[in-house]
């Protein structure tokens, strides 16, 4: 094998749902991380149990990778038609890995015999360990990811895996073969890999969650089964509904009661939650609601990604009252911006929103442990109600218009919510001048949120030539363009807003005059974030650099715009 060193390489595995491909690339990802290096993968799939073309693709480098990327250094092609399909993405230098049973001629190809290496229930560990050896990794450390991924099985198997395995790095090992290897981390660093949704669901139990109700959508439904796998250990109850109107409501209930509430679904799914999200706001009670991403309207791609429901989540709800929407940019921020989301809904007891999508749903990245030493936890129930006036006034007005929230059952006091309006007492109304009262009382608790609100990320040049603004899961991919485009000589900055509402013109102001020109950069067709700046600030951003295909941005996708 060539001993050259390459700094980024990017393998996509592809074949038919049901060939195991993500078992492969799950594995492959886990022995990365282990062996020190920085991952950013990719799932792509159909809407189907089996067939149809899925991809697993995993960028790997020694430095931070931050991003997708559209060119494939390593192909591994579990079916004809993987070749077929993406042979035109291949770089110059790429390597094409595949069954020699199947009839592929193209040059660059590694014909691998599988049923010559081990029996076809191990073809995939097969596959594994061709493509381990072809980017030199430590066969120990494979080895042990395989045994941690399938668990304590029968001795029988476990054996067979690793004969598979070693059968395959003998093979690759003995074939001459031009590809560039990953260079070898001396001292791997302790890392975990996670994506989005679990990072989502860690935050949430790290904050104090202790309620999650759900209807399965994709891409939403993985977030549940992580908080179901430690419901037990963790005192959570994880609740499928029987559908969204009933999940948002049992989120409501438990919150009510004094459990921390948030509940998971996609656009459609969140459509049918949202009268429920006005119940939150009149009965002031807390709860996170998760929106991840889709392609729309309906069913749209149902497994794919996008950024198009931040206007949607933005007014979703009949009536007026404040709500804060964070849109975390990375698995990183999955984890923190849970934690604040949770943090938020308790103290100014109302909807809080966390919009993710698709791609960060499901991308697994390399990260370092979380420090979970000194972080506050959402604890309702502390408040005993000793002190408090009687009677006990659950909608009292305040200067800040939070009132005193006391639990039912753990006080004396009588706890009283109502979904019409209401008086201070909690009792049903039609008095216009409380009306008046109540809605300006719930309306300030949003100069709260604001007076909080994460400030967008300035990154780059002072007065740069060219600003990039962007929100969400595309963070990486801008980030990285603008690298590129720096290097080139370019002065450019990027400003990523990890929360996108409340949206406070003074933090933005400044960044968007000082910039000779400003391009948004989004996943939808309309210019969601931009047009939402233009509403608050009066700045217009001219030019877009829109993707909307279902597909997530990648550096490749916004240098092609300036670069065509």
Known sequence: MNSEINKIIN???GGEAGQGLVTVGQILAKGLVRSGYSICVT??????????HNTFAIRVGADAVRAPQESIDLLVALDADTVRFHRDDLAPHGLIVIDEALDITDDGTLKVPFRTLASDQHTNIVALGVIAALL??????VAQTVADFFGKGHREATEANGRALGE????AGGQAVAFERLAPIAHPPQQLMMNGNE?????AVTAGLKFYAFYPMTPSTSIALALAGWAKEMGLIVEQAED???AINMALGASFAGAPSMVGTSGGGFALMVEGVSLAAMIETPVVIVVAQRPAPATGLPTRTAQTDLEFVLHAGHGEFPRAIFSPGSIEQCFELTQKALQVADRYQGPVFILTDQFLADSYRAVAPFRLDNRPLVEPWSHEGVGFPTPYHRSAITDDGISPRLLPGLTEHLVVVDSDEHTEDGHITEDLVVRTKMVQKRLKKGEGIRAEVIPPELQGAEKPDLLLVTWGSSKGAVEEAAATMRSRGMRIATLHFPQVWPLVPKYVIDPLHEA???????????GQLARLIRRETGFHIERHVLRYDGLPITPEFILREFNP
């Open 43 to 52: 799932q792509d799939y159909q809407s189907r149990i089996r067939g149809g």
């Open 516 to 526: 000779k020109q400003v391009v948004a950069v989004e996943g939808n067709a309309t």
């Open 244 to 246: 969204e109107i009933a």
């Open 199 to 203: 990072a989502i669901a860690l935050g």
């Open 136 to 141: 030199n990794l430590d066969e120990k450390v």
């Open 168 to 171: 395959s790095y003998r093979w």
């Open 11 to 13: 393998i996509l595995i």
